[in-house]
């Protein structure tokens, strides 16, 4: 009977333990595809958001002129890899920049920051409370050309009078501008220089990016 009894108990011992190591097993298994599954989602968003990704650079000095208007009417014409800066002594201070969408989803313009400043002395970004909104919404296609404008409108402001006087001195400017997808994702600030030449092809205002930030995910550096 002890013999019985002691074969009976191994085999209740043994089948337990197979039942445990098929229940790790099941587990282990199924944890495991939980987290191919989760790795493939991942995956799968981030090739969907790279197909939605805009960026911004300058324009090539080959691409064609742009023409844009501004909400008082007055009209600009933008060469290509340039930014045309226009006074309007007393009420408004224009600014408006060629572009080229390199990404490869649509750009949309949310808003802008000029200062009087170097872009090797400002390694970080500007607050995103300090971005003036567009009054417009600007849509860049993807492998495309587009124009940016801006205006600043209040003569009394500091912002307006060093801005005007940098733009009748010559000096370098610094314009930063933020967008982000379609959806309102993926926010990327890109620092523009606007610098002042003047040669052959007469006086001009040339526009190169010089930094992105991005906003809504880790910085590339």
Known sequence: MT???TWASLATAGGTLVLAVATFASTTSANRSARTAERAA??????LLAGQRPLLVGSRLLDPNQKIQFAEGNSLSVPG??????????????IAISVRNVGTGLAVLHGWHVS??????RRERPSLEDFTSQIRDI????????V???ALRDPAADLFQATEAAIK???????DLLYGD??????????FALRFVSGEQGDRWLASSVRHFNVDRPDPR
Do not use: F, K
């Open 3 to 5: 013999d019985v009894g």
């Open 42 to 47: 991942r995956i799968a968003e981030r090739s």
């Open 81 to 94: 890899g340039c930014a045309t800066l226009d006074i309007a002594e007393g009420s408004a201070v224009y």
């Open 116 to 121: 009087i400043d170097r872009p090797n002395e």
């Open 139 to 146: 849509y860049i296609a993807p492998a495309d050309i587009g």
């Open 148 to 150: 940016w404008q801006g």
């Open 169 to 175: 001195a010559g000096d370098l400017l610094i314009v």
């Open 182 to 191: 379609s959806e309102g994702g993926q926010r990327v600030i890109t620092q």
